[in-house]
């Protein structure tokens, strides 16, 4: 039977662009197949914030920053915490990711037109000492207009592929098995859903119009990872976080359902450290929904105060932007999958930024008028404004007894105590008079100052919570928000997917979420952030220039 292309690639998201664009470029036939409309084109990466982890650039040393891949290699493997056998090929994928970081990937991007926000963004911080969790330095790197920006590359040489015939899109097509011929992986075979409509993101249905069969020398899949679907969350949930949370909001579109993982590990394929996920604590509910139980990350600077649902303070350093791992064992070790963050008008304004494109419409609409009034301070970016005014998980109040009161009335289970409060934010506002102090979370302010991009929009000056002046008062009860699968598929470098026998499927590679990034989980237990899109870029680029080369 003659083939239909050289590969097939499951899923149009940025792995799986990323590995058909390249697959093209070397000259093959490759067909898209994805269950979503066209109008979804580039998966989760359009609506992401386009954060990516970038070592040693001229946006850093402008800033003053000194990075090296040996400093970057150090803060990874410190967070990744890699401790199991089968973490060989995740480590391997690591140190070579570190090393595009460091060298190519940048440049790679910019002959494509790919550009970056001049202030360089520094997320997970740590706290720990040099070798624990954490960025020693700024790496994340927002790209000049956020995700669409990261996918618009790829879609151009997509579509440009498209013309000269070498890509064929198939949408609507959803993948339910893997045909294998003599151990080869060679087609896939599915259910062709109805045409849709519905915007971008939203759910679409999942009626049936028929079948299709296809054939390729080699099938990759990129078709992400399991956080819209909350089931799959709960089941892979590690004891080492205690409970599944009971509450949980999507940081996803419902797409990332997981399933083709199931499919694809029916074939034979072995998936690894399905247990490690990266799920945020700070998730707020989406005021204006897109997608099913949609939550929007809050991007905390790091002086807000951080409370859990009894009231008690969260240990150090489980400051805001330090350690969402620690934060979300923490948490979950309370009993309850909840906590707070009390802040002023004067914190809101300056450190509060929401994750996703349509959240942050200056950087995504490449507007630097827009942008710069992030620097002038006068008031929070508009869609802050609007979740403090219309998100339910806001409260915003004059005097500490009102907002404690309405913080008691909105969680229902009224454990807050205000004299307990009162003596905490008091005797961390005892310390705000002095540059040096023994409060680890006003050094850890004072140290960010020290960083001109926090200074300049990031962190606000150090002032007392309870000081009228810089109110009101805020309180943001924050969910647990599903994101990140951390596991996937063993892949070799070359992204080609290892079954359980320990030998390569012969025709089978996995790109992106799919494949935990590259390896089956080249994060280990934690990211350094940004490092989600980077992962899709490179795991992609490989799986599509080594299936392209292999197809002869
Ligand atoms: C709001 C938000 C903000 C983010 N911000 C950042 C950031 O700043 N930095 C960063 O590094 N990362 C960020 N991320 C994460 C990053 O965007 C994703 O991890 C990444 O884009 C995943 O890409 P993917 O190609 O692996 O999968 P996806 O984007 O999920 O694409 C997979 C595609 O496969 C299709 N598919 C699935 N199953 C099938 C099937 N059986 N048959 C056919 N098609 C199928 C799906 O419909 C989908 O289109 C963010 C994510 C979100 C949602």
Request: aromatic share 8%; glycine share 14%; net charge neutral.
């Amino acid at each position: 039977m003659a083939d239909d292309a050289d590969v097939i690639v499951v899923g149009g998201g940025l792995a799986g662009l990323v590995a058909a664009t390249e697959i093209a470029d070397a000259g093959k036939r490759v067909i898209v197949l994805d269950q979503e409309g066209e109008q979804s084109l580039g998966g989760q990466a359009f609506w992401s914030f386009g954060g990516l982890f970038l070592v040693d650039t001229p946006e850093q040393r402008r800033l003053g920053i000194k990075d090296s891949y040996d400093l970057a290699l150090q803060d990874w493997i410190g967070s990744a915490g890699f401790d199991r056998d089968e973490d060989l090929w995740p480590r391997r994928w690591a140190e070579a990711y570190v090393a595009f970081a460091t060298g190519e990937k940048r440049g790679w991007l910019r002959a494509m037109g790919h550009r970056i926000f001049p202030v360089v963004g520094w997320a997970e911080r740590g706290g720990y000492d040099a070798m624990g969790h954490g960025n020693s330095v700024p790496r994340f790197h927002v790209s000049w207009g956020t995700g669409p920006g990261v996918v618009e590359p790829f879609e151009r040489r997509a579509r440009e592929a498209q013309a000269s015939g070498h890509l064929t899109f198939k949408f609507r097509h959803r993948v339910d098995a893997l045909s294998i011929t003599n151990g080869t992986v060679d087609g896939v075979s599915g259910s062709i859903l109805e045409p849709t409509n519905v915007e971008r993101g939203k759910s679409s249905s999942r009626n049936v119009t028929g079948d299709f069969t296809l054939h390729a020398q080699a099938v990759i899949v990129a078709s992400g990872g399991i956080g819209g679907n909350h089931d799959l969350v709960r089941q892979n949930w590690p004891e080492r976080l205690g409970d599944a949370p009971k509450n949980m909001i999507s940081g996803v579109p419902e797409h990332v359902d997981g399933r083709m993982i199931g499919i694809t590990e029916a074939a034979g394929a072995r998936l690894i450290n399905r247990d490690r996920m990266w799920h945020y604590v700070e998730g707020i509910k989406n005021w204006s929904p897109i997608w099913p139980r949609h939550g929007i990350r809050i991007l905390p600077g790091p002086s807000s105060m951080w409370f859990d649902a009894t009231g008690t303070r969260l240990p150090s350093p489980l400051f805001p932007g330090s350690d969402t791992l620690g934060q979300l064992q923490y948490i979950m070790s309370t009993g309850y999958d909840y906590s707070w963050f009390v802040l002023t008008q004067s914190i809101i304004k300056k450190e509060f930024a929401l994750s996703g494109s349509e959240q942050n419409p200056d950087l995504t609409g490449k507007s630097w008028l827009m942008t710069a009034k992030r620097a002038t301070n006068k008031g929070a970016p508009a869609p802050v404004e609007a979740f403090k005014n219309h998100g339910v998980d806001f409260i915003v109040r004059d005097n500490l007894a009102d907002l404690v009161g309405a913080m008691n009335a909105l969680s229902g289970d009224n454990l807050l105590k205000l004299e307990y409060l009162k003596a905490q934010i008091e005797a961390r506002d005892r310390e705000i008079s002095n540059p040096y102090v023994k409060d680890t979370q006003v050094m850890n302010i004072h140290n960010a100052r020290k960083y001109i991009g926090d200074r300049l929009i990031r962190t606000a000056k150090p002032h007392r919570i309870l000081d009228p002046t810089h109110g009101p008062l805020i309180a943001v009860k924050l969910n647990i928000l599903t994101r990140k699968t951390l596991g996937g598929f063993e892949t070799d470098l070359d992204s080609r997917v290892f079954g359980n026998d320990g030998q390569i499927i012969k025709g089978l590679y996995a790109a992106g979420e799919a494949a935990g990034f590259g390896g089956g989980g080249m994060h280990g237990y934690r990211s350094l952030e940004g490092t989600f899109l980077g992962g899709c870029l490179f795991s992609g680029r490989n799986a599509g220039r080594a299936a392209a080369k292999a197809a002869g």
